[in-house]
């Protein structure tokens, strides 16, 4: 990775860490207040979720009118990153009552059980990865 890329990753990464404890708060309650742009806070999500897509398609093409290959390697980490996060996500709103409750529709799993089973697949991944580096 050059310089300017990891200055871009750095950058990027430090946004969403100012960004998070705020995002944190957002409920499905508060998605149609407007922000100082006048825009709802769902208006806004969405237009940055779409500029990304967006905007990863035209970096896609800028690698490939350079003959860089699209990575595959990339893309599994990227999917992995974002599965993880919205995974996490999920649970997040839920206290420690609601996550002991098995229910039917989770085929009767708890999602405390379910967080356990990535857990431990989450392992098993490192394990593998940290033997065969």
Do not use: C
């Amino acid at each position: 990775m050059g310089q300017k890329s990891e200055n871009y990753k750095k950058s990027l990464g430090e946004f969403y860490d100012q960004s998070s404890p705020y995002a944190n708060n957002i409920t499905d309650e508060t998605l149609n207040i407007k922000l100082s742009n006048n825009e709802s806070i769902r208006n806004t999500l969405q237009t940055l979720i779409n500029e990304y897509h967006g905007t990863r398609e035209q970096l896609l093409w800028t690698k490939w009118g350079q003959g860089i290959p699209r990575s595959e390697s990339r893309t599994l980490i990227a999917d992995l990153s974002a599965a993880r996060s919205e995974f996490i996500t999920y649970f997040l709103d839920m206290d420690d009552n609601q996550l002991v409750q098995n229910v039917a529709p989770a085929e009767n799993e708890s999602a405390e059980s379910l967080i356990k089973r990535m857990i431990e697949l989450e392992k098993k991944l490192l394990s593998l990865l940290k033997t065969n580096a």
